[in-house]
């Protein structure tokens, strides 16, 4: 059930507590932007604040204030042992179930402390104490500037927050191009403009950063990996982990390549099979009225939302891929009209 009242989590924080901030596995822009503005916040409210993550977040992320303080549990793990252990609250900052913090998991799921979600994502577990989750809302980014300004702390926002923001909203909207059909999220942006955000630096920040193997992975994956099927206005790109080898894969290189698929005209659901890690990373996109949440969570124990999903699959890549084609004949024809 969707919590849209700021009032319990509020009157959480009103005093200074020890507050651990995590956000899911595979970080995303969203993830990362929304977790550093909110710790940037809680410390201006005196609040002794960490940050962790399951795993390493892209290198095209390392620039937003405070980065460098996050916390990797994969690769610091008696750090954050201890940081669990001092929390007296624990945020999950733009997930909506503790099993995405990975081999984390069982340790925050076994802390004392308060846990608070702060999320955007449907169908939120029932093991937090408390709840802001809004689907409807673009981001989490954007429920952290809502979340400042019902606590009357507007006053507090500055240039680094800004931006941390920024790109959360950008990068979780494609550059503002899905999830962003209200009037709300382009007055944030605006309110960021004013306190003193280039909005062309971050994003060459964020999207002109690519290496020559990310450009050539890129290449690879549209040219020779790209299947079109255009009776059932699907397209989807397979990467296996000899394919990620060759371009020297690295966490971030693969992000938005699924969109290219999307792309192409008429074409109204697009996937991304990514072969890493013992397991088949799924990324769905799709156009319009046609839920791929929805086809995630039925056929591949995934989810997300109406129009990006993903799930992490433990078949093979060809049986994945395998399972993907013999569902579409059931969607054909919702998939021909989606507008």
Not at 208 to 232: A, M
């Given at each position: 059930?969707?919590?849209?009242?700021?009032?319990?989590?509020?009157?959480?924080?009103?005093?200074?507590?020890?507050?651990?901030?995590?956000?899911?596995?595979?970080?995303?822009?969203?993830?990362?932007?929304?977790?550093?503005?909110?710790?940037?916040?809680?410390?201006?409210?005196?609040?002794?604040?960490?940050?962790?993550?399951?795993?390493?977040?892209?290198?095209?992320?390392?620039?937003?204030?405070?980065?460098?303080?996050?916390?990797?549990?994969?690769?610091?793990?008696?750090?954050?042992?201890?940081?669990?252990?001092?929390?007296?609250?624990?945020?999950?900052?733009?997930?909506?179930?503790?099993?995405?913090?990975?081999?984390a998991a069982p340790l925050v799921r076994q802390s004392g402390a308060i846990k608070v979600l702060i999320d955007h994502h449907l169908n939120p577990s029932d093991e937090f104490d408390h709840q802001i989750s809004i689907s409807k809302i673009s981001s989490t980014s954007?429920?952290?500037?809502?979340?400042?300004?019902?606590?009357?702390?507007?006053?507090?926002?500055?240039?680094?927050?800004?931006?941390?923001?920024?790109?959360?909203?950008?990068?979780?909207?494609?550059?503002?191009?899905?999830?962003?059909?209200?009037?709300?999220?382009?007055?944030?942006?605006?309110?960021?403009?004013?306190?003193?955000?280039?909005?062309?630096?971050?994003?060459?920040?964020?999207?002109?950063?690519?290496?020559?193997?990310?450009?050539?992975?890129?290449?690879?994956?549209?040219?020779?990996?790209?299947?079109?099927?255009?009776?059932?206005?699907?397209?989807?790109?397979?990467?296996?982990?000899?394919?990620?080898?060759?371009?020297?894969?690295?966490?971030?290189?693969?992000?938005?390549?699924?969109?290219?698929?999307?792309?192409?005209?008429?074409?109204?659901?697009?996937?991304?099979?990514?072969?890493?890690?013992?397991?088949?990373?799924?990324?769905?996109?799709?156009?319009?009225?046609?839920?791929?949440?929805?086809?995630?969570?039925?056929?591949?124990?995934?989810?997300?939302?109406?129009?990006?999903?993903?799930?992490?699959?433990?078949?093979t890549l060809e049986e994945t891929v395998l399972k993907f084609k013999q569902i579409l004949p059931l969607y054909q024809s919702t998939l021909k009209s989606v507008y």
């Amino acid at each position: 059930m969707e919590n849209t009242d700021f009032s319990i989590v509020s009157a959480l924080v009103s005093k200074p507590l020890r507050i651990l901030i995590t956000t899911h596995s595979n970080p995303d822009g969203d993830a990362i932007g929304s977790s550093l503005a909110l710790a940037a916040y809680l410390k201006k409210k005196n609040h002794l604040v960490q940050l962790m993550v399951p795993d390493p977040y892209p290198d095209f992320l390392a620039w937003m204030s405070g980065h460098e303080q996050i916390l990797i549990f994969s690769s610091n793990k008696a750090e954050c042992i201890k940081a669990i252990g001092r929390a007296e609250m624990i945020i999950a900052s733009d997930y909506n179930n503790l099993g995405r913090l990975n081999d984390a998991a069982p340790l925050v799921r076994q802390s004392g402390a308060i846990k608070v979600l702060i999320d955007h994502h449907l169908n939120p577990s029932d093991e937090f104490d408390h709840q802001i989750s809004i689907s409807k809302i673009s981001s989490t980014s954007e429920i952290i500037y809502n979340f400042i300004e019902k606590m009357g702390d507007l006053h507090l926002l500055d240039k680094e927050i800004a931006e941390c923001i920024y790109a959360g909203i950008i990068t979780d909207t494609g550059s503002l191009s899905y999830a962003c059909n209200y009037v709300k999220t382009y007055l944030i942006m605006a309110e960021l403009f004013r306190l003193g955000i280039d909005g062309e630096h971050l994003h060459r920040l964020i999207y002109d950063t690519y290496s020559e193997s990310r450009l050539r992975l890129l290449g690879y994956s549209i040219s020779d990996q790209l299947v079109v099927l255009h009776e059932y206005h699907t397209a989807f790109i397979t990467l296996s982990k000899e394919d990620l080898a060759r371009f020297d894969h690295q966490i971030g290189d693969t992000e938005g390549v699924v969109n290219y698929a999307l792309s192409i005209k008429d074409i109204n659901l697009a996937a991304l099979f990514m072969e890493r890690d013992g397991i088949v990373k799924a990324s769905f996109r799709s156009k319009g009225s046609f839920a791929v949440n929805t086809l995630a969570a039925k056929y591949f124990n995934g989810g997300g939302h109406r129009n990006a999903a993903g799930a992490n699959v433990t078949t093979t890549l060809e049986e994945t891929v395998l399972k993907f084609k013999q569902i579409l004949p059931l969607y054909q024809s919702t998939l021909k009209s989606v507008y």
